[in-house]
């Protein structure tokens, strides 16, 4: 007879458990103050329209404006004519056509590199690259503690093949040499860093950086998908903000922000690309970018290019804005673009003074709290777009004194 000890074994515990126990999101729900996947009406640029109430938008990614520029709405709508709605495949098989290779050349051309790979999403490019390069056994990644998300995640793979990890102090090339110093790089190290950081909005110090790798004989990818279109001449990136795009092995980035689409993107040595894309999982076995998609991509990079007075008017909005939020004695960091985080370094008071500005003033930040962010790094981040005009950002910061007096974060 099969014991009731035995059969009590198979199975164990559910792995939906933690998801009935998980309560945080409902009650804070109940509360009116979760601040998480509210679904906007329009987003049109920087009037949005939240839930039947026009909202002034500080929290959108758009950095040019380009979502509802006509050459771009009219280059999607004429891909999906022309193309239909999706590839229905991966790049490997039935999911490329010569669009892709198309805006592949374009971006490598506007970096200066010799070859470009166009992905599904940022995200992707992260974990494919990464993943792909770190498949040695006992190869390292270097990284920044800050890196965003989809580095983490590239790297984990990569350690699920055997590498390694290390992490050096935030945007710390001294900090990154002693690491390397102390490393046995001999199977290959990988230096990895944000070009421009989220959610701090400060820009890596790539000269620094750079040196370093070349002094260990490492690799260096940088991540620009704060950078691009927002610094460097012609919108393109940290490594040419600095001059230093010689010394960048591979630059990637993403169309969710200034490129005004979704999708992302790679550029470097035309074998290292050729490399990524027949050895990363996750682009190889994952559905291309949709036609709309990449075709609104191309010709927002051409607006970039053929308007670069929105650049311009995009450096002009944050400078103010990073200006006039200090003046109001705000604590802004190390931010020199277009992302300013407001410290609040409190959970609750974050939330509060989020709903507070949305509720009472129509003005739409995003709120970073734990677990997202560490401990007493809890932000207001807003972001700035080509598109505002004095009178949002005059509206925004009168709300930003009246709140951040009333929760006693200035004076
Ligand atoms: N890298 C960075 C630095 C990002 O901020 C993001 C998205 N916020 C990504 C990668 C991922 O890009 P995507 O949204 O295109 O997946």
């Not at 002094?215 to 940290?238: F, N």
């Not at 682009?283 to 053929?306: D, H, T």
Request: neutral net charge; hydrophobic residues 40%; proline residues 4%.
């Amino acid at each position: 007879m099969a014991s009731r000890t035995s059969l009590s074994r198979i199975g164990g515990r559910d792995v939906f458990e933690k998801c009935y126990k998980f309560m945080t999101a409902d009650n804070a729900r109940a509360m009116g103050v979760y601040p998480f996947f509210r679904p906007l009406d329009f987003n049109n640029g920087p009037e949005a329209q939240l839930e039947g109430r026009k909202v002034i938008m500080l929290g959108s990614n758009n950095y040019l404006g380009l979502t509802t520029h006509p050459k771009v709405r009219e280059a999607a709508k004429n891909a999906i004519d022309k193309y239909g709605t999706s590839m229905t495949g991966s790049r490997l098989v039935n999911g490329s056509m010569r669009l892709h290779n198309e805006l592949e050349q374009k971006l490598a051309a506007y970096h200066g590199k010799e070859a470009g790979l166009v992905f599904t999403t940022g995200y992707q490019v992260n974990i494919a690259t990464i993943s792909a390069l770190l498949s040695n056994k006992k190869s390292v990644a270097v990284i920044d503690k800050d890196d965003h998300a989809s580095i983490y995640d590239g790297v984990r793979l990569g350690q699920a093949a055997g590498a390694r990890m290390v992490r050096y102090r935030h945007n710390d090339p001294e900090a990154l040499d002693q690491a390397l110093s102390e490393l046995d790089t001999s199977e290959g190290a990988l230096v990895i860093t944000d070009g421009v950081f989220s959610a701090q909005g400060e820009i890596a110090n790539l000269p620094g950086i750079a040196s370093v790798v070349k002094k260990h004989k490492a690799r260096l990818l940088v991540d620009d998908a704060h950078a691009l279109g927002v610094i460097g001449p012609g919108g393109r990136g940290t490594a040419a903000h600095f001059g230093v795009a010689d010394q960048v092995d591979l630059i990637g980035g993403t169309f969710s922000k200034s490129l005004a689409s979704i999708g992302g993107w790679l550029v470097g040595e035309r074998k290292v690309l050729d490399y990524i894309q027949h050895f990363a999982y996750s682009f190889l076995f994952a559905a291309s970018a949709a036609p709309p998609s990449v075709a609104a991509a191309m010709a927002a990079l051409e607006v970039m290019q053929e308007e670069p007075e929105r650049q311009e008017k995009l450096r002009e909005n944050f400078t103010y804005m990073r200006n006039e939020l200090r003046r109001l004695g705000f604590e802004l960091g190390k931010t020199e673009t277009a992302v300013i985080p407001i410290y609040i370094r409190d959970d609750l008071r974050t939330v509060m003074m989020w709903k507070t500005l949305l509720d009472e003033h129509s003005i739409y930040v995003n709120p970073f709290i734990t677990p997202g962010v560490p401990p007493k790094q809890q932000v207001l981040r807003t972001s700035y777009m080509a598109t505002h005009e004095r009178h949002h950002l005059d509206r925004a910061l009168e709300a930003f004194e009246k709140v951040g007096k009333k929760f006693g974060v200035i004076s």
